[in-house]
């Protein structure tokens, strides 16, 4: 079973325009949601989190919007640039079970950011 | 470099063979996780460990994957009588506690390729 899941396996925006990566959950007890950024042959890069209990967070050229009721987070990235051409994951944490931190991935999306 | 280090970075085996990764978290995490991504998947979770205790399975562990983690430091992940099926990216992540952002620490990887 996906908990999370990231429809969208790639997205191509010109620099300077918006990127919006879009990310879908089922598991309503999830407490933290995360946007973490991979560059071939590294690691995932922490990029951004969000409580459940916020709908809202931003960070620079990063935001993450989430709607519970909907079951469904966004990132936007405003301005896009080429440097941002990576592949996006969405992670969700649910703290009251076990309380062990683990975090469960969506599949990913390949952002080009186009000069 | 204070992050999480992984060796080695690349491994080529045969099919049938035994394969031992190591994972150094960041000083002083006592939060250690190992994850596998395969090719177009986001990164799964395969256990986890707090100090040395290893607290949670996936049941992707297979009885031939074993992990440890002897004096709550680096970790080791052992694969044995590796199959095909088991080439992919080996992630370690470590955390201190609950994170207040829920992130995790990764590291590179480690990629397996099984012939």
């Known amino acids: 079973d996906q908990q999370v899941k990231q429809n969208s396996p790639s997205l191509s925006v010109q620099e300077g325009r918006i990127s919006i990566l879009n990310c879908d959950y089922t598991n309503s007890m999830f407490d933290y949601f995360l946007w973490y950024k991979k560059y071939p042959a590294e690691g995932p890069t922490f990029l951004i989190s969000?409580?459940?209990?916020?709908d809202k967070n931003e960070d620079g050229r990063f935001t993450v919007f989430l709607n519970k009721s909907a079951k469904h987070l966004s990132l936007h990235i405003v301005p896009s640039q080429p440097g941002d051409s990576a592949v996006y994951f969405c992670a969700a944490s649910d703290y009251g079970s076990g309380n062990t931190g683990k975090l469960i991935f969506g599949q990913g999306t390949t952002l080009q950011v186009k000069p | 470099d204070t992050g999480v280090s992984q060796d080695p970075r690349h491994k080529i085996t045969k099919r049938g063979q035994n394969v031992t990764f190591r994972c150094d978290p960041i000083s002083e995490h006592n939060r250690l996780y190992w994850y596998r991504q395969t090719l177009g998947q986001g990164p799964e979770f395969l256990t986890y460990?707090?100090?040395?205790?290893?607290?949670?399975k996936s049941r992707l562990l297979s009885d031939r994957f074993s992990a440890e983690r002897p004096k709550g430091s680096f970790s080791t992940l052992e694969i044995q009588r590796t199959e095909q099926g088991d080439s992919a990216m080996y992630l370690c992540?470590?955390?201190?506690?609950?994170?207040?952002?829920?992130?995790?620490?990764f590291g590179e990887g480690s990629r397996l390729t099984v012939l």
């Open positions: 992540a470590s955390s201190l506690g609950v994170s207040p952002t829920g992130e995790l620490f």
């Open positions: 460990f707090q100090n040395e205790a290893q607290l949670e």
């Open positions: 969000i409580s459940s209990i916020k």
